[in-house]
């Protein structure tokens, strides 16, 4: 993937986990926003972050994000049992590897 | 509230096409939108395959080769993929979702996703 992201991360309840998204200069460090999804296993993902920092009505203020340069974070505090799941990052790419681009994606696994 | 639902065949034989739809309520294709598929191999991570506006203007991902065509019926509020020459390698979940414009490009509305798998 264009964008990378660490495989897994895990974490134990009430602990705070940090996922990261590493892009380049034709992507994150072009200026492109980044976003962020949630995927519950055999469920279609789900917006949890837009425009580098922004929480869609609905997501609890524990998800926060973070861009800086070419790359972003994901960051959430609190860490509750119902968060186990995928972790995707988004942003756009201006080269030839695709107008939308996604990481690879990071399981958190709640110890 | 905006609900996206995929259907098409969940079988296509290796080299033939695959040929998918996406159904749209509670809003009109007709909208400031694109219109987007996204698929998922089986354990892997999402790849945007292209989208398309309600006047027809459509984008795809260049590493599709040409495969793939992309069309909107504004009558039925569906929009639907076509990919062709599928191998193994097309066996996917594919999702149909809404790309909204505010603060970046995203998609903000997903359907269930309905898995394809191409035998030989």
Known sequence: SVLTQPPSVSGAPGQRVTISCAGGSSNIGADYDVHWYQQIPNTAP???????????????????ASKSGTSASLAITGLQPEDEADYYCQSYD?????????????????? | QLQLQESGPG??????TLSLSCTVSGASVRGDSYWSWIRQPPGKGLDWIGYIYHTGSAYHNPSLKGR???????????????????????TAVYYCARR????????DSWGPGTLVTVSS
């Open chain 1, 46 to 64: 789900k917006l949890l972050i837009y425009g580098n920092n922004n929480r869609p009505s609905g997501v609890p203020d524990r998800f926060s």
């Open chain 2, 11 to 16: 079988l296509v034989r290796s080299s033939q």
């Open chain 2, 100 to 107: 909204y414009s505010s603060n970046g490009n995203y998609f």
């Open chain 2, 68 to 90: 793939v065509t992309l069309s909107v019926d504004t009558s039925k509020n569906q929009f639907s993929l076509t990919l062709n020459a599928v191998t193994a390698a097309d």
């Open chain 1, 94 to 111: 201006k080269t030839l590897s695709g107008d939308e681009i996604f990481g690879g994606g990071t399981k958190l696994t709640v110890l």
